[in-house]
């Protein structure tokens, strides 16, 4: 059993040094109404980020999870998203496009689609097809 964070808590310990912001410092207690200010100071565990890394990494892996074995929850076992496919879908040209923005804005993002359906067409020898999801695995596609 993995040992909690707080038992390789050490004195004096820290993760890091931020340095000096460059703007006036202000203290909490001007800024927080008074009912919300902790009245002790917050007992938390003393380690080094190298440590923290560590100790996070380890209680991961012991979850199971769809990375790392079979995983029979529906949707999840029928999908596989390549971590490229992820990482195209974190850019900032896709992941900030709201559903709702105006077509005079999202002419990038649907002449992908479009294109993405005539190859599909192209490879397949089909007339037509649709980008529109049935449900579970094929929506997360």
Do not use: W
Request: charge should be positive; hydrophobic fraction near 40%.
């Amino acid at each position: 059993m993995e040992k909690l964070i707080y038992e390789k808590s050490s004195p004096g310990r820290t993760a890091a040094v931020l340095p000096a912001a460059g703007v006036p410092e202000r203290k909490g207690e001007a800024l927080i109404p008074s009912r919300y200010v902790r009245k002790k100071k917050a007992e938390l565990p003393e380690v080094s980020e190298l440590d923290a890394v560590r100790h996070f990494v380890r209680l991961s892996q012991l979850n199971h999870s769809i990375d790392t074995g079979f995983y029979p929850l529906g949707s999840c076992t029928m999908k596989y998203n390549p971590r490229a496919c992820n990482a195209l879908a974190m850019l900032p040209e896709f992941l900030h496009r709201h559903p709702l923005a105006p077509e005079s804005l999202s002419q990038g993002f649907l002449a992908c689609l479009y294109d993405l359906q005539e190859m599909l067409k192209e490879v397949t020898g089909m007339k037509g097809v649709s980008l529109t999801p049935m449900a579970g695995a094929q929506g997360e596609f």
